[in-house]
Nanobody, 118 residues
Framework: QVQLAEAGGGLVQAGGSLTLSCVASGRTFSSANMAWFRQAPGKDREIVAGISRTSSTYYKDSVKGRFTISRDNAKNTVYLQMNSLKLEDTADYYC????????????WGQGTQVTVSS
């Protein structure tokens, strides 16, 4: 059974930084395509960044140059380094995983809250 456990959320002032981490268990992590999603109050869940099993990355336009997704296969962990945080980055952030190259993400973490204050 795949389990994803996020950590690292919290309260930060605008312009500050946070690093989220997500530890995966239950299946071969190095074969997984991983992503970070977020959901702000009253809004739909959206993908923020993704990293494939070959470490190709994808970023939502609004976070390019500010956020960095990375993975450490030895630690079964994916990270999201968030710099220059803005008020609009406030959301619940979710780690997601899939082992297929196409289709939706199958496994989700419980989420971690990020609040950016002015």
């Amino acid at each position: 059974q795949v389990q994803l456990a996020e950590a690292g959320g919290g309260l930060v002032q605008a312009g500050g930084s946070l690093t989220l981490s997500c530890v995966a268990s239950g299946r071969t992590f190095s074969s997984a395509n991983m992503a970070w999603f977020r959901q702000a109050p009253g809004k739909d869940r959206e993908i923020v960044a993704g990293i494939s099993r070959t470490s190709s990355t994808y970023y939502k336009d609004s976070v390019k140059g500010r956020f960095t997704i990375s993975r450490d296969n030895a630690k079964n962990t994916v990270y999201l380094q968030m710099n220059s945080l803005k008020l609009e980055d406030t959301a619940d952030y979710y780690c997601a995983a899939k082992w297929a190259n196409f289709g939706s993400y199958d496994f989700w973490g419980q989420g971690t809250q990020v609040t950016v204050s002015s």
